[in-house]
């Protein structure tokens, strides 16, 4: 799940690259003499897998920016993804909100890449 906009980034570049891996070794699987044509494949779909669950996160990543998502969840343990979600929905940074609960940047950075599982119960609400 892209959580920011350097992911986002990050993520788009790397689809790029990944588009263009696939595009080479399409164009070479023909010409492609030493290579067992179940291995090019296979390398194919391994790459448009990859390709597909990137677009995936980059469009989960937009509609929750433009606010096109509503956020439910089922179980207790859907909760930190759904804080994640709930913050980029409301347009707000992780530094945003960091500043609005009075803590680092780095700390919500930390928070969100562990999914909150070191988070107390307190400070869950506190973000919530």
Same mark, same amino acid.
């Given at each position: !799940?892209?959580?920011?906009?350097?992911?986002? #980034? *990050?993520?788009?570049?790397?689809?790029?690259?990944?588009?263009?891996?696939?595009?080479?070794?399409?164009?070479?699987?023909?010409?492609?003499?030493?290579?067992?044509?179940?291995?090019?494949? !296979?390398?194919?779909?391994?790459?448009?897998?990859?390709?597909? !669950?990137? %677009?995936?996160?980059?469009?989960? %990543?937009? /509609?929750? #920016?433009?606010?096109? *998502?509503? =956020?439910? =969840?089922?179980? +207790?343990?859907?909760?930190?993804?759904? +804080?994640?979600?709930?913050?980029?929905?409301?347009? !707000?940074?992780?530094?945003? +909100?960091? /500043?609005? =609960?009075? =803590?680092?940047?780095?700390?919500?950075?930390?928070?969100?890449?562990?999914? %909150?599982?070191? *988070?107390?119960? /307190?400070?869950? +609400? *506190?973000?919530?």
């Amino acid at each position: !799940m892209i959580q920011n906009e350097r992911q986002y #980034k *990050v993520t788009k570049a790397k689809l790029k690259d990944l588009e263009k891996e696939l595009s080479k070794l399409l164009e070479n699987r023909e010409s492609a003499t030493n290579t067992h044509p179940r291995l090019m494949r !296979m390398q194919s779909a391994a790459l448009e897998d990859r390709i597909q !669950m990137m %677009y995936r996160e980059i469009a989960e %990543y937009k /509609d929750l #920016k433009d606010g096109k *998502v509503r =956020i439910t =969840i089922d179980r +207790l343990s859907e909760l930190p993804i759904a +804080l994640i979600k709930a913050r980029i929905s409301s347009g !707000m940074t992780q530094g945003e +909100l960091a /500043d609005k =609960i009075g =803590i680092k940047e780095q700390q919500i950075q930390r928070y969100e890449a562990n999914h %909150y599982q070191a *988070v107390g119960f /307190d400070r869950l +609400l *506190v973000i919530a």
